[in-house]
């Protein structure tokens, strides 16, 4: 059984469930839902139960929810933070679900950032709020899938200028490992084969426009190479995501936020996922964040939350078949 978190109560998290159950009740996989029930039952059928169990005989004809009630009614679209604990709770619960083993794997809805920040969550996203439940703080890396690419931010939520400073050989290296692991144990690609963006144009030019491929990257993917991985890099980040470009490579390491989502989200937004590494259990959420703009309008698209429980489900899957 998969088990989905609540995400923010006042976005588009409610209606792309609802939209989602309604597509997989009759085929799975089956999920089950901790939130408030009354943000769904106005959508679809929903069924509070006690244990995650109960679940599997409940989906195809109601949600099954393990009830967690909010503070405040929410207002579509307007993020109140009274309501950032229920958010918290949601996802702890979940994580405790899927460590003990009786959720196979765990999904997020999307979560407003300065809405929990304002409750005191010292996170700069569920990824390393996940890593810290799991007491495995700092190994977490994300990776975002979609159907035409597989990116890593090597930083993650940070400014810009922090990225750069943050940026070491060290990063790189233990990134990569993790990457690859996850690639092989949960995606069954045996042979990983990696692309490592560069951090300057040109991929610094040979030290031209910028110093930090030669100092930093490439001694990095030294080390990878005597470890026996296949990487290539530092590629030039503007021709990295062409079609050829894409096909000499599983997955493209970037060095900073943007330089990884902004091709993935272009290419790949209705579907994409965002999967963490380097956790004992398995966490998929959507590519997208709260989208208040549109929320409790019908507009949203439910894709990306299907992606992200369809690919929950196989990951589970490779990672048992694995063990
Ligand atoms: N996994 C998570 O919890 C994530 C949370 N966020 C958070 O979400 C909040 C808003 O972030 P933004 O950068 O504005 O990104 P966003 O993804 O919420 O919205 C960006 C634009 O895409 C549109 N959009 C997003 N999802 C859509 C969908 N399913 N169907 C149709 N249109 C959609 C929105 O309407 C908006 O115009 C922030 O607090 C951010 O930190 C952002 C990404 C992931
Ligand atoms: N840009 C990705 C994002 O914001 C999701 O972060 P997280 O909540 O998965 O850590």
Known sequence: MLVLTQGDPA??????????????RQSGPAFV???????????????????????????SHAL????????????????????????????????ELTLSGEASAMITNPISKDV?????FRHPGHTSYLAELCQTPGDEVMLLAGP?????PITVHVALRNAITQLSTDLIIRTARTVAA???????????????????????????????????????????RQEGMTVSGPLPADTMFTPHARSQYDVALCMYHDQG???????????GVNVTLGLPIIRTSPDHGTAFDIA???????????AAIRLAATLAENRRKHA
Do not use: C
């Open 11 to 24: 976005s588009i998290a409610p209606e792309i469930t609802a939209a989602v159950w309604q597509k997989l």
């Open 33 to 59: 839902y901790i939130g408030d029930p009354s943000l769904l039952e106005r959508r679809i059928p929903v069924q509070p139960i006690r244990y995650l169990a109960d679940g599997a005989d409940v989906f």
């Open 64 to 95: 099954p929810v393990i009830p967690l009630p909010l503070a405040a009614p929410p207002a579509m679209g307007e993020p109140d933070r009274r309501n950032a604990a229920s958010v918290i709770e949601s996802i702890r619960q979940a994580v």
């Open 116 to 120: 929990v920040q304002g409750a005191g």
């Open 148 to 152: 035409s690419l597989k990116v890593v």
């Open 182 to 224: 996850g690639l092989r144990r949960d995606f069954g690609i045996p042979h990983p084969r990696l692309a490592f963006a560069g951090l300057n144009p040109h991929a610094g030019e040979h030290g031209l426009m910028g110093d930090e491929e030669q100092n930093i990257i490439i001694p990095a993917l030294n080390t990878l």
């Open 261 to 271: 989502l902004i091709p993935l989200k272009t290419l790949d937004m209705a579907e």
């Open 296 to 306: 409790g309008q019908n507009k949203a698209d439910p894709r990306s939350l299907e």
